[in-house]
């Protein structure tokens, strides 16, 4: 749950969640692993994914609280106080959630879903991997997890030296793809052959929260459907400038 305590505003969201609902809404069948807790956040979060056609068959509910991150608006770039992880700080995979998995042709995750030695076992099945490192473009981070990974986001400010470099390296260990996007100033993406630049579309921002999440569906989609790079990172710009004119992340 994203909580804004000074506007009394809250919302059911998170890197994933935002990624399927986004998905889902462009047609793509799509199922959330995760767990919430025993409280009114918990039920709110499986009351909008239901909505939005989501599988919940294997969103855990444990007694405790539902992770939590406190925000505030600079403006309108989304900031982010306070993590509580309640119960997703014990969250792991069951077998029978890795059996679940196993029957997708994709699974998006990140670092704070913990399953980085969970991802050999679902490439081995042919579940391309898509995991979005956020802002975290350190090669001692992302280094020993790109080798399990088809599809790696990365967020970063600028196209400089360093980021051209980072994401041929990290393409380098493996991934199919590698992308960073760079809020304002576009995306990049390379495929150990070409770098490709996307181009934003220009929209009046009102919350700067799930942009990232909403241009890694776009780009997904397009992928899924055999779009062509240039054609994904458009998309993406699309899905992201739809998501960045309205409060909520999707």
């Not at 399953?115 to 042919?126: N, S």
């Not at 980021?163 to 150990?192: H, K, N």
């Not at 996307?198 to 921002?205: D, F, L, S, T, W």
Request: hydrophobic share 40%; proline share 3%.
């Amino acid at each position: 749950m994203d909580v804004y305590d000074q506007l009394n505003r809250m919302y059911p969201t998170g890197n994933s969640v935002d990624f399927v609902i986004h998905m889902r809404r462009m047609g793509v069948q799509a199922s959330l692993v995760s767990v919430v807790g025993t409280d009114a956040y918990g039920d709110m979060m499986i009351d909008m994914l239901k909505t939005e056609k989501i599988d919940v068959s294997h969103l855990s509910v444990r007694q405790g609280s539902t992770a939590v991150f406190k925000m505030e608006l600079n403006g309108n770039d989304r900031v982010h106080k306070e993590k509580i992880e309640g119960v997703m700080a014990h969250f792991a995979l069951n077998e029978d959630d890795r059996r679940f998995i196993a029957e997708h042709d994709a699974l998006h995750t990140n670092l704070s879903g913990r399953i980085e030695r969970e991802l050999p076992y679902f490439r081995e099945r042919g579940v391309s991997i898509v995991f979005d490192f956020s802002t975290r473009t350190k090669k001692d981070i992302a280094g020993p997890i790109l080798p399990d990974v088809d599809y790696a986001f990365f967020s970063y400010t600028e196209e400089d030296a360093y980021i051209t470099e980072f994401i041929a390296w990290a393409q380098a260990l493996g991934p199919r793809i590698v992308i960073a996007t760079l809020g304002e100033r576009g995306s990049l993406a390379y495929d150990g052959k070409t770098l490709y630049r996307g181009q934003i579309v220009p929209v009046e921002v009102v919350n700067t929260v799930g942009a990232g999440d909403s241009f890694c569906a776009g780009f997904m989609y397009g992928e899924l459907q055999g779009w062509s790079i240039a054609e994904s990172l458009n998309h993406g710009a699309r899905t992201a400038a739809g998501v960045v004119t309205k409060f909520e992340p999707y």
